[in-house]
């Protein structure tokens, strides 16, 4: 088989007319790429060759290229691609998979770790602390010890009182969701989207230690949300592209499992039914649609199920007489939002549309809504007649990724957008009360958590680790 360089070295040959020994034609196009591999091993071979100071005759490339394409090195290096290839995914499968749990009870042997407060400033803070990782959600109460997840997957706990550091405990994924206290334990999943496999965990606040969990197929990155019903609990728990499960919290046994396309917010109870709402991600576009489900809570059957406009990544809200469920696409760039609101029996009762995703969890005042978008806008919104109350822009400019909630703490308004302005807001019309930065400097400490309300001040936590008590 002639190399593209000797065709060169052949038609070179001739005069500038017509060649006598030859005659044109068109080569067929499929022998192109084995032409250019040839001129590729040609000029690799010869590149080596010279570093050695060896000169290849003619014949080499080609005899190389011809060896190369015997049926044994093709099947050899077919099975020589695929174990790479395989190799690469196995990697990704245990990398975005869950940590076992010997090797989490091997790490947690000791799970002392000391670290006193910074000093503060006593007139505007309780204390302040930062701990070594990022944190993405609020942290919660329980004894006197505050206990607060990290994007490194260690769980912290803080004396509530003073701010120190008393433990760290590892989990090895990205603590996600806020802990939820349910009869003397902590509950609480892990993971992103990325994650499989990932569980949820029953942890004892007292001894430090994880007690029980429950895997799923997905990724357990919202809060669970547990209630009694008729005396029996229920933890529901949404798990991603694997649907929604119903767990014992007492024994983490499966209850019963639906499946409704891919659910990343929490669910709602209502009159013992949940109210659960799926999104698409980027990897399912034109491929799925967002629905609103009302399920039945002891059985897990579906009494309802109504297409949404968009997708739906956060809990639904209930008012006096309807659900409303928050509207926005996150996993592909878009400049609209809203929510819509079903009555009990599934019909769509009213809606509102703004030019931004919603996120976060809204805030119900009889049937006023107060709602935080993508961008770092408050609105209120009646969700009976329609009107749009009051809005509130944190910043000119558009933020993006504006994950945290706002929230209430029975005096007023409390929004922190992403870039960690905190607002304080009359709950009336939306006017700005106050407002003071989270950090100082040209790049300001991101905010994704929301703001945990207790008695003597609220707490923010940034994804550079700084947890700020404030005094009310």
């Given at each position: 088989?002639?190399?593209?360089?000797?065709?060169?070295?052949?038609?070179?040959?001739?005069?500038?007319?017509?060649?006598?020994?030859?005659?044109?034609?068109?080569?067929?196009t499929v022998l192109l790429p084995l032409a250019f591999l040839s001129t590729g091993i040609t000029v690799v071979a010869t590149f080596i060759a010279g570093l050695f100071g060896v000169k290849l005759?003619?014949?080499?490339?080609?005899?190389?290229l011809e060896v190369l394409l015997k049926p044994k090195v093709l099947i050899s290096a077919m099975i020589f691609n695929l174990l790479i290839y395989g190799g690469m995914e196995a990697y990704q499968y245990i990398k975005h998979g869950p940590v076992p749990l010997f090797i989490q009870d091997t790490f947690n042997s000791d799970i002392t770790?000391?670290?006193?407060?910074?000093?503060?400033?006593?007139e505007n803070f309780i204390w302040q602390q930062v701990v070594p990782e990022g944190i993405f959600a609020?942290?919660?109460?329980?004894?006197?010890?505050?206990?607060?997840?990290?994007?490194?997957?260690?769980?912290?706990?803080?004396?509530?009182?003073?701010?120190?550091?008393?433990?760290?405990?590892?989990?090895?994924?990205?603590?996600s969701p806020?802990?939820?206290?349910?009869?003397?334990?902590?509950?609480?999943?892990?993971?992103?989207?990325?994650?499989?496999?990932?569980?949820?965990?029953?942890?004892?606040?007292?001894?430090?230690?994880?007690v029980g969990s429950f895997k799923t197929k997905g990724h357990t990155e919202i809060l669970p949300?547990?209630?009694?019903?008729?005396?029996?609990?229920?933890?529901?728990?949404?798990?991603?592209?694997?649907?929604?499960?119903?767990i014992d919290p007492e024994t983490m046994k499966e209850i019963w499992h639906f499946e409704g396309g891919h659910m990343d917010a929490f669910v709602l109870l209502k009159d013992n039914a949940v109210y659960v709402a799926s999104g698409v991600p980027e990897e399912d576009l034109g491929?799925?649609?967002?629905?609103?489900?009302?399920?039945?809570?002891?059985?897990?059957?579906?009494?309802?199920?109504?297409?949404?406009?968009?997708?739906?990544?956060?809990?639904?809200?209930?008012?006096?007489?309807?659900?409303?469920?928050?509207?926005?696409?996150?996993?592909?760039?878009?400049?609209?939002?809203?929510?819509?609101?079903f009555n009990s029996l599934g019909g769509r009762i009213s809606s509102v549309e703004i030019d931004s995703p919603v996120i976060g969890k809204p805030l119900v005042f009889d049937d006023i809504v107060v709602f935080n978008d993508f961008d770092g806008r408050v609105y209120a919104w009646n969700s009976v007649t329609s009107e749009l109350k009051?809005?509130?822009?944190?910043?000119?400019?558009?933020?993006?990724?504006?994950?945290?909630?706002?929230?209430?703490?029975?005096?007023?308004?409390?929004?922190?957008?992403?870039?960690?302005?905190?607002s304080y807001l009359d709950i009336n019309d939306g006017s700005l009360i106050k407002s003071r930065l989270f950090s100082e400097g040209e790049k300001p400490e991101n905010i994704f958590a929301d703001t945990l309300i207790l008695d003597k001040g609220h707490i923010v936590f940034g994804m550079k680790g700084s947890i700020k008590y404030f005094k009310n």
């Open positions: 088989m002639f190399s593209l360089m000797e065709i060169l070295e052949v038609l070179n040959s001739c005069n500038n007319n017509f060649c006598s020994d030859y005659s044109y034609s068109i080569v067929p005759k003619a014949e080499g490339p080609k005899k190389l770790y000391k670290k006193d407060p910074i000093n503060v400033d006593p609020s942290g919660t109460v329980v004894d006197g010890e505050l206990f607060v997840g990290s994007k490194e997957g260690n769980l912290f706990v803080l004396d509530i009182e003073t701010g120190a550091i008393k433990n760290k405990i590892f989990f090895g994924k990205f603590l806020t802990p939820v206290y349910f009869k003397g334990f902590l509950y609480f999943g892990e993971g992103l989207h990325a994650s499989h496999h990932m569980r949820v965990y029953k942890f004892d606040p007292k001894t430090k230690k994880v949300v547990i209630h009694t019903i008729e005396g029996k609990d229920y933890l529901f728990q949404t798990a991603g592209g694997d649907g929604l499960y119903a491929k799925a649609r967002p629905f609103a489900y009302k399920i039945d809570a002891k059985s897990g059957k579906q009494i309802w199920r109504e297409e949404l406009p968009l997708s739906s990544w956060y809990g639904p809200v209930a008012t006096s007489e309807n659900i409303c469920f928050i509207q926005g696409e996150l996993h592909v760039k878009s400049e609209l939002g809203g929510l819509v609101c009051w809005k509130y822009e944190s910043r000119k400019k558009k933020l993006g990724y504006n994950y945290s909630s706002m929230k209430y703490d029975g005096e007023k308004l409390i929004f922190i957008d992403r870039l960690g302005k905190i």
